[in-house]
């Protein structure tokens, strides 16, 4: 698992502090998430290597492109710093140094078939000093057609909000009511959840960020936002995940409508209820389709 920055204290510090993770509920058997991420229409989701080590997920949009999250791509040195959360003292890594990973010892994986890159291109409000860590989204161009995958198609409506939705990604996974039994296997799991509200920091006028939270099967004191009655098969996302693809079904088709980004973990929720009641944030697609048809004409 890739260690990234930390950006935000409540976002970054607490997310990779507490090992937010790719959590399922602790009621439904793993199998029924590896089947499901199984399934056809998200073969278009594979896996970000940097020399051979697994540091993320991405989707293949066209023969010659896919999407990631911009911050996988983002090295940095580290150094460790202590915190207090809670009254309590924790000891943290902290980035520092970032510098874009090197284009040459990346390479992308799609159902075992290995895909050199040619060129990176991550969105410049990420890397911009007034926007720094907003616009979350990267574009990854092969150096050769994929065509034995079918890409994913790009929702470009506006109309995201309580969207029934299943995210996709190679991620750390484990029960969500056992925290110490969550460790990475980088299998890839797929999870449903509702898009329960959408914010972010705006661009071109358009919020960016799809929000999820993950609700209790019996517990409603874990719900943040929308309805409190979990999906049959809800999770929520990982680091590991990020750059992996958030999917509706529309008209009976299936299209991307967000990237992996990141999410927050509420301490004092976590010591109650585990991962119950914290939240996922995927980078909105819809708001991003002029740009990326601009970088891949």
Known sequence: ???????????SVLAFLTFFSGIIRHD?????????????????????????????????????FALSAAHVFIDSD???????????????????????????????????????????????????????????IAIIELEEPLNSI????????????????VGVGYGASGPANRPDLVNVYHKKIAGE?????????????IETL??????????????????PVPRPLEYISSGGDSGGGLF??????????GICSGGGTDLKQLMK?????????WTRVSAFTEWIAQQIE
């Not at 509706?248 to 409508?257: A, D, M, Q, S, T």
């Open 1 to 11: 698992m890739k260690h990234y920055r930390v950006k935000v204290l409540t976002l």
């Open 28 to 64: 439904v058997d793993e199998e029924k998430y590896l089947t499901l991420a199984a399934e056809k229409q998200f073969d278009c989701v594979g896996q970000v290597f940097q020399d051979t080590s697994a540091i993320g997920s991405c989707v293949l949009i066209s023969d010659r």
């Open 78 to 136: 580290t150094r460790y710093d202590t915190v207090e959360i809670s009254g309590l003292t924790m000891v943290i890594d902290v980035g520092i140094n970032d510098r874009l990973t090197d284009v040459a010892k990346l390479y992308l994986e799609f159902k075992g078939q290995k895909v050199e890159v040619k060129r990176l291109l991550l969105h410049p409000n990420y890397l911009d000093s007034l926007t720094t860590g907003s616009c979350d």
């Open 150 to 165: 079918s890409p994913a198609k790009l929702n470009t409506a506006f109309d995201e909000l309580n969207s029934n939705v």
């Open 193 to 205: 959840n509702v898009v329960d509200s959408i914010t972010g920091q705006k661009y071109l006028g």
């Open 210 to 227: 799809l929000v999820c939270d993950f609700d209790h099967p019996e517990r409603k004191d874990c719900n943040k936002s929308g309805s």
């Open 248 to 257: 509706r079904e529309n008209n009976e088709k299936w299209e991307l409508i």
């Open 273 to 281: 209820t585990g991962y119950y009641g914290q939240i996922m944030e």
